[in-house]
């Protein structure tokens, strides 16, 4: 609770009348992605994260925001993951996924920026932390499997199961964050959080 209260305020002061309506539109597409479930082990199932691309869209605490409002909506009105799991998948998609992702985006960006154009680093910066963050948001959730002390399956065997299976998630995941932000970047570039909050010290326009 105190994470989301932290992001609410700090998205809110970060809001103008042109990102409001990006993050809605950010979390619709976020929240139809989400909907295509792969069945993995002991009952779970894996699908497309779209933290990474939030937060180069919109920036970090925003995706955070979005992330939250989509799987609350999901578990209310489809019980997609479930009232009880909505506080650990919010952790773990909200928070593990979408600050895992700013960290390896800024990471790859600000290396990239040196050597190449903006354009081209945010969307490559975009795409490695899109496939770096599903398998990460799934290893926290192994851990908290591995917590709970109950289980039917041993906590190796849903290690496997989650991450090789959420590995090729964050292929596609890489593949649809790519596509998207190269389209979004290329028309309304001053929109996208990505190409204008992050310092660009030594990018080429």
Avoid: C
């Amino acid at each position: 609770m105190a994470g989301l209260a932290v992001t609410l305020k700090s998205a809110k002061n970060k809001l103008d009348e042109r990102s409001a309506p990006l993050i809605g539109l950010v979390a619709v597409f976020i929240f139809a992605v989400q909907m295509l479930n792969f069945p993995v082990a002991a009952g779970t199932s894996g699908h497309l994260l779209g933290g990474a691309l939030a937060v180069v869209l919109v920036g970090p605490y925003a995706a955070t925001l979005a992330l939250t409002v989509v799987l609350l909506i999901q578990a209310l009105l489809f019980a997609d993951g479930g009232l009880t799991a909505l506080g650990l998948n919010i952790f773990n998609m909200g928070f593990v996924g979408v600050w895992v992702s700013y960290a390896i985006f800024v990471l790859i960006y600000k290396i990239l920026a040196k050597f190449g154009s903006q354009k081209t680093s945010v969307v490559i910066a975009g795409s490695i932390a899109a496939f770096i963050s599903v398998p990460a948001a799934a290893s926290a959730f192994v851990f908290q499997y591995w917590i709970g002390g109950v289980a039917t399956y041993s906590t190796t065997t849903v290690l496997g199961a989650m991450v090789g299976t959420h590995i090729l998630i964050g292929v596609g995941e890489a593949i649809i964050t790519f596509l998207t932000i190269s389209a979004v970047i290329s028309t309304r570039k001053d929109l996208v959080y990505g190409a204008n909050k992050i310092s660009t010290k030594g990018a080429k326009s």
